[in-house]
């Protein structure tokens, strides 16, 4: 069973999307993502999120993502982070912040 140590050795953090666009090489539709995380940098994401955003709806808004893990490609694209949701009928919701937080601050 996971521990409160397995999720602390996980680096979650807040970013802020930049730009996105449609991620037309992935299997499944999704959108690249180019988030800010502050002192960590800009990183990138595929993002399987089209079902409730488009990519317009995304760039300034605030996400929560896992940040960490070995770069992967998804569709010819670079992805650096996972950036999280709450899945539902509809489709990926996405977990933000209730208030504006600076670019790469710790979800505790």
Do not use: C
Not at 27 to 51: N, Y
Not at 67 to 82: H, I, K, Q, Y
Request: aromatic content about 6%; hydrophobic content about 45%.
């Amino acid at each position: 069973m996971p521990t409160l140590d397995d999720f602390e050795a996980l680096a979650v953090r807040t970013g802020t999307v930049v730009r996105a666009e449609p991620n037309t090489e992935s299997r499944h539709p999704a959108f690249k993502l180019w988030v800010d995380f502050g002192a960590q940098g800009e990183l990138q994401s595929s993002a399987k999120i089209t079902d409730l955003y488009t990519a317009s709806d995304l760039v300034g808004r605030q996400v929560v993502a896992v940040t960490g893990f070995p770069a992967m490609r998804v569709g010819g694209f670079r992805s650096d982070v996972l950036v999280l949701g709450a899945l539902t009928e509809d489709g990926v919701v996405l977990l933000t912040v209730d208030q504006a937080v600076p670019p790469g601050s710790v979800v505790a």
